[in-house]
């Protein structure tokens, strides 16, 4: 059974006070985004599922996903991120990587120290929400987590949210706190809106692009981000690029 939106703002608001919640205008809808290495993927024009941890399968109800994150590149693998808008409320959220639960990179706080039954895929199932909550949710959990939305988009890998979170995971790296998306079928890029292909190199941007027809919709979308303005890793890259879509060339500064 899915967590209505209802039911994880409860649990959110029963970690922390309620002046602590921001009552400005929600967050505009992040995109999602999915890294990749592989050129296979721009060739079929299809993100294929593949298979799930155990824990995580058994959770979500699927043996295989298509997985994004929200706002950012989390994965920390791939020289090209799909930014896009899927315009369907087919899939499910967590706010946390369910890869990193299922396979004991993040574990919740409580087990530390404890012999205590712990069911990885309890704790996944507890919080999996319907993908038509999703922007609701994001909007609700990065202003209680984080002074700023910027500051959710652009932390480092290892980074912790400003506040601990709700979850109480700790443990692994930023996958531990940042929203996933999960689909049960392939995501077929014709489909989707395709805002952006970021690649992390002008070498990488170019064997794309020779990897493509001369009339491929997707060729007008596919950039290489300065680190000059934008940041030294790619992931910081994306993070600024979702930044100033929402909030201006200044947007990192904004308190949003």
């Known amino acids: 059974m899915l967590a209505s939106l209802e039911h994880q703002r409860a649990r959110i608001r029963g970690k922390y006070w309620e002046p602590l919640l921001k009552t400005a205008d929600p967050l505009p809808p992040l995109p999602l985004v999915h890294r990749t290495a592989s ?3 721009f060739r079929s024009g299809i993100i294929a599922t593949r298979p799930s941890p155990a824990a995580a399968a058994a959770a979500l109800g699927a043996d295989a996903h298509a997985y ?5 590149g989390a994965y920390p693998k791939g020289q090209y991120a799909i930014l896009c808008r899927s315009g369907s409320n087919a ?4 706010p946390f ?6 396979l004991g990179f993040a574990v919740p706080k409580w087990t530390h120290g404890t012999t205590a039954p712990y069911s990885p895929a309890a704790f996944i199932e507890q919080h999996v929400g319907p993908e038509a909550d999703l922007d609701e ?32 995971l700790t443990g692994g790296d930023r996958r531990s706190w940042t929203v996933e998306v999960q689909r049960t079928s392939g995501v077929d ?20 692009l020779d990897e493509l027809p001369p009339g491929a919709p997707l060729r007008s979308r596919i950039v290489a981000l300065p680190t000059s303005g934008y940041g030294a890793t790619f992931t910081e890259r994306i993070a600024t690029y979702v930044i100033r879509m929402n909030w201006g060339p200044r947007g990192a500064d904004a308190n949003v």
């Open 68 to 72: 994004f994150f929200v706002g950012v």
């Open 91 to 94: 899939g499910t959220y967590t």
């Open 97 to 102: 990587d369910t890869g990193a639960v299922a």
């Open 39 to 41: 050129l296979d993927l």
């Open 137 to 168: 949710f994001v909007s609700f959990y990065v202003k209680t987590h984080f002074e700023s939305a910027p500051r959710y988009l652009r932390a480092d890998q290892d980074a912790s949210p400003d506040r601990d979170p709700y979850h109480g």
């Open 189 to 208: 890029l014709g489909g989707v809106e395709v805002m952006l292909v970021i690649a992390e190199s002008t070498a990488d941007r170019d064997e794309l």
